[in-house]
């Protein structure tokens, strides 16, 4: 299993940073905006297998989860609220066809409401952060202090653990691994930062790391509480040793808008310019 994993990021860690770094100065960023297009359209199409059997659903739900990444992602501030509640009421009018009775229907439209928000609306802050000034380095930072609060929380977990996080939810997780996490995405973030953003104060950089590694952790549990609720272990199988790409991606998901944050306030407060 662990040469698995160790395989499986191999191939897909130098893609991710090369996606990045060859995006930087090309309009709109098309390498990485493309990379979280098909990310986002692979974590859709998890999530709706986990909870709706039918095909044309969960094709229709794979393409309104990329619409909305797209509409999030490239149009302007003031445009996306009103294209975000068009793909609301898209979702809506794709479950009303059928025999279902109206319970059904009222689930099926929520499932992928919900869904393609949740998916393509997160994924789609990435983007954006990649395009605000040295958006490549808060990109990184994210990804990285996810990564480091991912395996800090599963070391710290094996070696101290003791008392149950979240048991309902996740029974593996404990407070003790869950502070380790929280301690590593903060000391990676302020590595990070002291190393590639340059005047950005260290506590700063902390909070950042402190807020992503939060944010992370509670759309590990989230996630959790979905593949519960499904009754899967995991989301898919297309990642050797890892499960799905929901399952990597579930924290990066969920600190991609807090990320974003920090990046546009250091940007327009000129922290570290």
Known sequence: MLRKRIATAA?????LVASILFSVGRPGGWPFLLLCAVAAALCADEGFRMFLHGARDRAGGVALAVLVFFSAALLPGAFVAP????????????ALPGAADPAEKARRATTLCFGAVYVGGLLSTYPRTLLLPRGEHWVFLGILAVAAGDTMAYFTGRAIGRRKFAPAVSPNKTVEGAVGGLLGSVGCAVLYAHGFLSGVPAGYAAAAGAAVGIFAQAGDLFESLLKRAAGVKDSGTILPGHGGILDRADGILAAGPVLYLFAALSSLAGVGA
């Open 11 to 15: 191939v897909l860690i130098p893609l």
């Open 83 to 94: 294209a975000l509640l068009v793909c609301v009421l898209l979702s809506v009018f794709h």
